[in-house]
């Protein structure tokens, strides 16, 4: 996930160019003169005031959380295949006290569930399963907690850019009672264009945040479902009956006493 990181600085230091260079309008090779002493950063920033730095503020920090998603909610860290094998190859020794050991130091989803699992292994498999599930809602129910702080960014950057659109048709009109006078059309279309910054900034962020949240959503109950169903299939051999069961190394197994 590392090119993840090295993409999110490669693309904040384009911004940061385009931004920098001249906004020059040019048609049919003739350069606008009123705008070729105006860059995108005075246009599109310093320009849209305070409201303009708080809505690039969420969108670093959106771009931040995406990126510790990114590395967290994953398969290698939600359904490690590695800790599924080794959980099996300790059921299939009869090696109950290190699987327990083992899934209670495995940080992975699928370690949690298996833990409680095998805590009440001793009171019954209905007990196990009772255990599988809830510690399965509490562990995705705290990664879809984290996803929220994306979502309260998407659905309140549009509002935040609204105030400022708000606010800048206030400051218009109110300079233009001032004046007494109306003034012309392209002091006031640079009026509103100012106005209308915070807008797009304001959705600028929104879009790509609630797309990401979506992402991850998705991502949370795929890998989730994976891991109800690894580790059902893990804690199978505790199922009544399957005492009787031969284990690949050819010893019954049978669930390990209550501790």
């Known amino acids: ?87 099996r190859l300790l059921i299939d020794d009869q090696k109950y ?3 327990i050991q083992f899934t209670a130091e495995d940080p992975s989803m699928l370690g949690a569930v298996l833990h409680a699992g095998l805590l009440e292994a001793g009171n019954g498999f209905a007990a196990m399963e009772r255990a599988l599930e809830d510690t399965l809602d509490e562990r995705s129910a705290k990664l879809f907690r984290k996803t929220e702080y994306v979502n309260i960014i998407g659905n309140i950057s549009p509002m935040i850019g609204l105030l400022g659109t708000v606010t800048g048709m206030i400051l218009l009109f109110a300079e233009i009672h001032a004046a007494d006078a109306f003034p012309g059309a392209r002091i006031v279309a640079d ?39 690894a580790a059902e299939h893990l804690l199978s051999v505790f199922k009544p009956g399957a ?4 284990s690949a190394g050819g010893r019954a197994i049978r669930p390990p006493a209550a501790t």
């Open 97 to 99: 006290l290190e699987a």
């Open 191 to 229: 009026r509103i264009a100012i106005a209308l910054i915070t807008t797009f900034w304001g959705l600028a962020v929104a879009i790509p945040a609630l797309s990401i949240y979506a992402v991850f959503r998705n991502r949370i109950d795929v890998l989730t479902a994976e891991c109800a169903l």
């Open 243 to 246: 005492d009787t069961a031969k």
């Open 1 to 87: 996930m590392m090119r993840v990181i090295y993409l999110t600085g490669f693309l904040v230091i384009v911004l940061l160019m385009f931004f920098a260079l001249p906004a020059q309008a040019q048609t049919d090779g003739v350069v606008a003169v009123d705008t070729a002493d105006i860059n995108y950063f005075d246009f599109f920033v310093r320009k849209g005031g305070p409201i303009t730095f708080v809505l690039i503020g969420l969108s670093v920090v959106t771009m931040a959380l995406t990126v510790e998603h990114a590395l967290s909610i994953r398969r290698a860290t939600i359904v490690p295949p590695e800790a599924a094998r080794q959980t």
